[in-house]
């Protein structure tokens, strides 16, 4: 089975500037997950989708953040304009039914740089 | 508020000892927890889970210990390797919601 796959695996970008994450998630996930993911620290949730729906986005800085799963299968997570505080990982998860709690897979994270 | 934290945020042990790495967590209401293995510049890996109605869990090699009295969750690793080098995060979950909250991480060395 394939799993959560994710690209750029890494971007640098100057502050100001605007990037875009792809995440595809294993097929037939019905749950999308974005993370991000500072340095040193564990992921926070920026947005979860069920199917094409947002969930909860309530951690998301909608002021520079938006995410997409138009067709309810793979994402985009795009920042504009970056800030210097937005370098870190940003992981992408989909979620699987396993003993009846549902379980997140991580894709390997896009590192992001800003300058 | 809500908040998992790790008691330590590195742990060195010597090859084939064992590990054990400790959580705690804050909210009573969390009925789910796990944990994963994070390596280098790979995405977070789950190792084992529990649930809030048990007080272990033995998978292969690790055993997960929870106590709810006191808000404590551990990771047993048996017979550590290096391969085991890696960031572990405890998280917790409302399984009704599908939520999870990550802590911040220990980072487990091992000697030769």
């Known amino acids: 089975e394939a799993g959560v796959a994710q690209s750029p695996r890494y971007k640098i970008i100057e502050k100001r500037q605007s990037v875009a994450f792809w995440c595809n998630p294993i097929s037939g996930h019905a749950t999308l997950y974005w993370y991000q993911q500072i340095l040193g620290q564990g992921p926070k949730l920026l947005i979860q989708?069920?199917?094409?729906?947002?969930?909860?986005d309530s951690q998301l800085p909608k002021d520079r953040f938006s995410a997409e799963r138009l067709k309810g299968v793979d994402s985009t997570l795009k920042i504009q304009p970056a800030k210097l505080e937005d370098s870190a990982v940003y992981l992408c998860?989909?979620?699987?039914?396993?003993?009846?709690?549902?379980?997140?897979?991580f894709g390997p994270g896009t590192r992001l740089l800003v300058l | 508020g809500e908040s998992v934290g790790l008691h330590l945020p590195t742990l060195s042990v010597q090859e084939g000892d064992n590990s054990i790495i400790n959580c705690a967590y804050s909210?009573?209401?969390?009925?789910?927890f796990i944990w994963y293995k994070q390596e280098s510049g790979k995405g977070p890996q789950f190792i084992i889970d529990?649930?809030?109605?048990?007080d272990k869990r033995q998978g292969q090699r690790v055993t997960v210990l929870l106590n709810k009295t006191v808000k404590h969750l551990s990771l047993q690793i048996a017979a550590t390797q290096p391969g085991d080098s890696a960031v572990y995060f405890c998280?917790?979950?409302?399984?009704?919601?599908?939520?999870?909250?990550f802590g911040s991480g220990t980072r487990l060395s091992i000697r030769p």
């Open positions: 998860a989909s979620g699987g039914l396993a003993g009846g709690v549902e379980t997140q897979y």
């Open positions: 529990i649930r809030s109605n048990m």
């Open positions: 909210n009573s209401a969390s009925d789910y």
């Open positions: 998280a917790e979950m409302y399984s009704s919601a599908s939520k999870i909250i």
């Open positions: 989708f069920q199917n094409n729906g947002v969930v909860d």
